[in-house]
């Protein structure tokens, strides 16, 4: 069955840089979207970056500028580059990939890493 694998979070000083990794097994289909999300305790689930399999990409207001989203089709990897790191960017960041289906999309889930943005 399909597995996301996050890996590359952890304990940042504010300004600070981290790069998170996605890494897509089981697939035997073609990935439509991958994309980064992000849940602060107590907010709801919010975009981050998407990028689409041409490579076109889609960043929240909050983070343009800062993070940078990359992907590698040949693998099935989707990494997130953040720099200038803010305390506000502390949250559990989950993977996500899409593909299409009959009627609409399909997507899954990795099990999420933490982010900590802290003095």
């Known amino acids: 069955q399909v597995q996301l694998v996050e890996s590359g979070g952890g304990l940042v000083q504010p300004g600070g840089s981290l790069r998170l990794s996605c890494a897509a097994s089981g697939i035997t289909f073609s990935i439509n979207s991958m994309g980064w999300y992000r849940q602060a305790p107590g907010e709801q689930r919010e ?3 998407t990028i689409t399999s041409v490579g076109n990409t889609n ?4 983070v343009k500028g800062r993070f940078t989203i990359s992907r590698d089709n040949a693998k099935n990897t989707v990494s997130l580059q953040m720099n200038s790191l803010k ?3 502390t949250a559990v960041y989950y993977c996500r990939i899409d593909r ?7 997507d899954y889930w990795g ?5 900590t943005v802290s003095a």
Do not use: H, I, K, N
Not at 59 to 62: I, K, L, Q
């Open 47 to 49: 975009l981050v970056a």
């Open 111 to 115: 099990q999420g890493t933490q982010v």
């Open 100 to 106: 299409r289906v009959w009627g609409g999309f399909e």
């Open 59 to 62: 960043y929240a207001d909050s």
């Open 87 to 89: 305390p506000e960017d």
